[in-house]
């Protein structure tokens, strides 16, 4: 994994909603991370390849989260990717299945479980 200067995992947090976003960036550095943030599809985009896993919500103003997942996987297929979404998550983990993603989460989530599923992510990958 890359993470920072400090060798500190790299999460990119990827939702539309300010107040979501936010928890979900405090929440992550509290427990040590490095992060970043996007709002759309377009900022996502340009910033995962700095990311040692994507946080990324479904459902984005500009392209669906699932584009964007399958976009990161055709270029760094090594690259954990978790969805969440507040609508079907059976239907989105349905959907993305053949993308290999860590994860689909529902919302609204509990901090710990999101929080849990990034490091037991970046586990599997690590190892």
């Known amino acids: 994994m890359g993470g920072d200067a400090q060798g500190r995992p790299r999460i990119l947090v990827v939702d539309d909603d300010d107040l979501v976003r936010w928890v979900l960036v ?3 550095r509290q427990r040590g991370y490095e992060v970043l943030a996007a709002g759309t599809a377009r900022q996502a985009l340009e910033q ?3 990311a040692d896993l994507v946080l990324l919500d479904w459902r984005l103003p500009d392209e669906d989260g699932l584009e964007v997942a399958r976009r990161v996987k055709e270029e760094r297929p090594e690259r954990p990717v978790i969805l969440i979404t507040a609508h079907n998550a059976a239907e989105l983990a349905d ?3 053949p993308l290999d993603v860590e994860g689909v989460l529902d919302k609204p989530f509990d901090v710990e479980v999101v929080l849990r599923a990034v490091r037991e992510a970046l586990e ?3 190892s």
């Open 124 to 126: 599997r990958r690590s």
């Open 48 to 50: 995962f390849r700095s």
């Open 95 to 97: 959907a993305a299945a």
């Open 26 to 28: 405090q929440s992550l």
